[in-house]
């Protein structure tokens, strides 16, 4: 099984600054794309930000200029750095990656369970 752990939400007024974290750990073999998605209150989850195993990325055009995506392949890690937050960023935020746990088997996606990012006005 393959584990994704994040951390760094919480609090922030606007023109703020937050770092999320998500650690992947257990059976894996290799990972491929890992990203980022949120979700508001009554609204479906979206993209947020993603990179691929050879670091490249996308980004929802809203948050394009003041979210970065990186990752370090060696701690399995991804991390958003998001700067300028704005009220409509508030969100529970959610980690994905795309694992195989052996060599061959299919590749799966799997979820974190989120971290809530609050932006006041």
């Known amino acids: 099984q393959v584990q994704l752990v994040e951390s760094g939400g919480g609090l922030v007024q606007a023109g703020g600054s937050l770092r999320l974290s998500c650690a992947a750990s257990?059976?894996?073999?290799?990972?491929?794309?890992m990203g980022w998605y949120r979700q508001a209150p009554g609204e479906q989850r979206e993209l947020v930000a993603t990179?691929?195993?050879?670091?490249?990325?996308t980004y929802k055009d809203t948050v394009k200029g003041r979210f970065t995506v990186s990752r370090d392949n060696a701690k399995n890690t991804v991390y958003l750095q998001m700067n300028s937050l704005k009220p409509e960023d508030t969100a529970v935020y959610y980690c994905?990656?795309?694992?195989?746990?052996?060599?061959?088997?299919?590749?799966?996606?799997?979820w974190g369970q989120g971290t809530q990012v609050t932006v006041s006005s």
């Open positions: 257990g059976s894996i073999f290799s990972i491929n794309a």
């Open positions: 994905n990656a795309l694992c195989r746990t052996l060599p061959g088997s299919p590749w799966v996606r799997y």
């Open positions: 990179i691929t195993s050879g670091s490249g990325t």
